[in-house]
């Protein structure tokens, strides 16, 4: 009886999620990171990992379509097919607290990845995500070689570039990766805005600012 009520409770605690999660997917599109079905999203559980299916517009998901892995990448929720990134999102379960991953192809952080190696420093949200934001190396979709590559980039941040792709950034709620990826979409397009007015150069913050930025943004908002 115990597991029976266990097991109900992680069943419920799973479909709240994924009513959470269907929202923030359906937010992308709906604030222009994504296109379509470029993006993905997914959050833990436990050790299950809720993500969006492969090539379903999020505004048809139902609860009945609640899609989810285990850390290793086995099917143990649904039945329709994984994101097609789900390398990457396992890898950052695996290796970070994160309990939500949030990826996309917006088209100012797309253009970024394509331009420098690294986000210049334009402003100090870029504390919010641990540091000047890198850009990791180009590989194909989908790979292992991608996922090992944006792992390079995130190291002692939580969110990056990705060459020729886009963007991804993870929190420890939904709603905080989203916002983390809202943030870095802004800083991007802020820099291309910045860089383009012609006979002038945007002004970069120092490593030092940054690190102070970084402190005080964690004890940034309200206290419970």
């Known amino acids: 009886m115990a597991e029976q009520r266990r097991e109900a409770e992680r069943e419920a605690e799973a479909a709240h999620v994924w009513e959470a999660l269907v929202a923030t997917a359906r937010r992308t599109v709906a604030d222009g990171l994504v296109v379509g079905t470029s993006g993905n999203v997914s959050a833990r559980v436990g050790g299950v990992v809720l993500v969006t299916p492969s090539g379903v517009p999020y505004d048809r998901l139902t609860p009945d379509d609640i899609t989810g892995v285990d850390l290793d990448g086995r099917q143990v929720l649904g ?53 000047r934001v890198r850009v990791a190396r180009y590989a194909t979709y989908g790979t292992d070689e991608l996922a090992a590559n944006m792992l390079d980039a995130l190291a002692d941040r939580s969110g990056c570039l990705l060459q020729n792709h886009g963007a991804i950034t993870y929190g420890t709620t939904l709603d905080q990766a989203y916002d983390r990826t809202a943030q870095l979409e802004w800083m991007c397009r802020l820099w291309l805005t910045a860089s383009s007015v012609p006979g002038l150069t945007p002004s970069l913050l120092t490593d030092i600012q940054m690190k102070e930025a970084g402190t005080r943004l964690k004890g940034y908002g309200q206290r419970s």
């Not at 797309?110 to 334009?122: G, H």
Request: glycine share 6%; aromatic share 4%.
């Open 79 to 131: 039945t329709l097919v994984p994101t097609s990134e789900l390398p990457m999102h396992l890898a950052v379960y695996r290796t970070t607290d994160a309990r939500a991953v949030v990826h996309t192809h917006a088209v100012h952080a797309t253009a970024v990845s394509t331009l420098v190696t690294e986000l210049p420093p334009i402003h100090y949200m870029a504390g919010a995500l641990g540091g």
